[in-house]
């Protein structure tokens, strides 16, 4: 299932980490380090400016794989990982996207079971990527019923 | 330069989280974009064949971020990997710790490896992750 869309990559698409967008992020994962919220403290800071939580790419829009479909159930994230060049600043602008890394199958005790695997970038203006992820999706037998794939 | 406050072998103090509500799962669904209703609605997740709703895999990794963040004055995260091994259910409470497995030299300071754990009170797995910080020792 969908090995034929190995490397697929989504467009590009511009983010602007807001200000009001890490705030309420913040106060939502109950991290409320000064460096994400105080301005004037953060200007003072080795950073100059305010930055994000490490987790807030998860807001970020990186794009639509147009070759593949999730299903809407059944689907767990088994794995995230993520590596950071630096944190991400607010007001940045950052260019995103999502390439298709692997697909491959398991037989499992509870049936077959079909590993996704995406990897999100996000890159600044230059062209330099900022932070890049690997996401593993585990699609159960439910899932890949919804998808037209159950064994 | 601030000394790292860290050795090889430590232990952190743990952070013991409020019990898990339907409101910060809300909280964090607007504040993410992740509207998956397994984690908001009970019909939802009974429907996925859960027994109720359970919290976000992405909040339990931020919130296990928690033991490091306070950090950022003085170096950045580098890489971080979570494996979710389970699920948080409603009035969970959530532990998360971490011990410090590696010191390393590098071109921008010194880079320290923590092995993180998140386990319910109950001592039930949650998650576990990996998660390198280099310490710059800068604070300006």
Redesign the interface.
Known sequence: MWSEHIGARSDSVRNTVERG?VK??A?????L?P?YLDEELAA????GRL?A???FP??LDFGTLTEIRMPP??V????????????LFVGEDLYCYTVLEDVYERQGKAGKMVFVVMKRVAEDGGGEEVVSSKEVYILTE?ALAGAGEAS | MTPPPWEVGDVLAEIRLDPVSRLSLIKYAGASGDYNPIHTIDDAARAAGLPGIIQHGMLTMAQMSRLITPYFDRGYISSFFTRFTGMLFLNDVLVISATVTEAEEAEHGMVYGFDLLAHTAEGRDIAKGTLGFVWTGAAR
Do not use: K
């Open positions: 967008a309420r992020f106060e939502a994962i109950g991290d380090n460096l003072e800071s080795h950073w930055i939580p490490p987790t998860r807001v159930a059944g767990i994230h088994g794995e995230q990982g993520y590596r950071y060049r630096r944190p439910v």
